[in-house]
């Protein structure tokens, strides 16, 4: 295989990674079933072993936390192929790709609450001159794009990891964006180069990493004690893990291969914290339960949302500031989700207080995968913790 084509899958497969945002790939029946064999909880674990076995994902686990705090978790296949090894538990670390975002929200929404930033401020406000477009992209403005646009992902900032080549690290990712024509202003469109501006913001108001920030107003006050950004150059995932697999996308001729060694650090805000499945679903409550904003700044993240209006969404799909919603067969959800290469997770709460997780060890990257998944994740989130 050429070099060229190397590159060039690397960055289809780094920008798929990324970009699962809330699930924009994803089938929207899933979410309109309403049978009764989603809602009986002994059909959790057929769920996953569907992921497991028809689908051929190496493991796949559910942690699911009620209103009462009562918890349970279900897993299945294995941790690590070739080996008796079982699926890790809720508290085993995996890379939540675009479930970082909405840690990356709150971290903003913390800082907008302290009048630092203001989120109908533009762009250019906190990054003057940064965000200008150029050739194919020269209608891009910062001076137009404000704060609450990159929030929603209705800035029409053009995506970056598709263009991106990650076998040279790092690189000017907002210049590979800036150079593409951009979506229209205000209509939603999904791209991970708007969190990536929105960690610049934090840093340029702050005088500190993004990375620094969130820990400090976020992962720290919410007791997400297992979720950490990996350093600059740090490829494992510490602690208990699974391992991860999938085609590497620079050597596809090779098969399916181990993939739990990656570069996160250069996934940046869009995607590049680790975490568990207890941590994810810690976040949920601790955000909807007012432990780190304000009644009226959670009003503003879920209630200031736009319709999605994509393929691949619920069809009553919404996204607010960073957390998406949708009617599941049991009622509202507010949820994220997130890809890399390896991994595919699924994650929010419902209007009862009930959280769920749901991840995979290998990229559900088919149609009939990804339905699955979100059947899997409705599944947990509409049955009953025991």
Same mark, same amino acid.
């Given at each position: 295989m050429s070099r060229k084509n190397s590159r060039r899958l690397l960055a289809v497969a780094v920008a798929g990674a990324l970009a699962l945002s809330a699930l924009p790939a994803l089938p929207g029946p899933a979410f309109a079933r309403t049978g009764p064999e989603t809602? /009986?909880?002994?059909?959790?674990?057929a769920h996953l072993d569907r992921l497991t076995g028809a689908d051929g994902l190496p493991g796949a686990l559910a942690h699911v936390r009620d209103r009462h705090g009562r918890s349970v978790t279900t897993v299945s296949g294995t941790a690590e192929r070739g080996t008796a090894r079982p699926m890790v538990g809720a508290g085993g670390r995996f890379r939540i790709g675009s479930m970082t975002k909405p840690v990356m929200a709150v971290t903003v929404m913390r800082l907008a609450e302290r009048?630092?930033?203001?989120?109908?401020?533009?762009?250019d406000r906190y990054l003057p001159g940064t965000v200008r477009g150029k050739g194919e992209g020269a209608a891009t403005d910062g001076r137009k794009i404000t704060v609450r646009d990159l929030l929603r992902q209705t800035s029409g900032l053009p995506e970056y990891a598709d263009v991106a080549d990650w076998s040279k690290l790092p690189q000017d990712y907002l210049g590979l964006?800036?150079?593409?024509?951009? $979506?229209?202003?205000?209509?939603?469109?999904?791209s991970n180069t708007n969190y990536l501006v929105a960690g610049m913001i934090v840093r340029a108001v702050t005088g500190r990493d993004f990375r620094e920030v969130s820990r400090d107003l976020v992962i720290e006050p919410l007791g997400? /004690?297992? $979720?950490?950004?990996?350093?600059?150059?740090?490829?494992?995932? /510490?602690?208990?893990?699974?391992?991860t697999y999938g085609v590497h996308?620079?050597?596809?001729?090779?098969?399916?291969?181990?993939? $739990? /060694?990656?570069?996160?650090?250069e996934f940046g805000a869009s995607g590049g914290l680790i975490s568990t499945p207890g941590d994810l679903n810690r976040f949920w409550r601790g955000v909807f339960d007012g432990e780190v904003l304000s009644r009226k700044a959670l009003r503003a993240m879920v209630g200031a949302s736009v319709p999605v209006g994509q393929e691949g969404w619920p069809a009553d799909a919404r996204y607010g500031f960073g957390i998406a919603s949708a009617r599941l067969s049991c009622g509202p959800a507010w949820f994220h989700g997130g890809d890399v290469p390896g991994v595919s997770v699924i994650s929010g709460r419902d209007g009862t207080g009930r959280q769920a997780t749901v991840y995979t060890t290998g990229l559900a990257g088919t149609a009939g995968q990804r339905e699955h998944l979100i059947a899997t994740f409705e599944a947990a989130l509409c049955g009953r913790a025991r």
């Open positions: 809602l /009986r909880p002994a059909s959790l674990q009048k630092k930033i203001d989120l109908n401020a533009s762009v964006a800036l150079a593409r024509k951009p $979506t229209p202003l205000g209509r939603f469109a999904y997400m /004690r297992d $979720t950490y950004w990996p350093a600059d150059g740090e490829t494992g995932i /510490r602690g208990a893990h699974a391992h996308p620079a050597d596809p001729g090779a098969g399916v291969v181990d993939l $739990t /060694r990656l570069p996160g650090y």
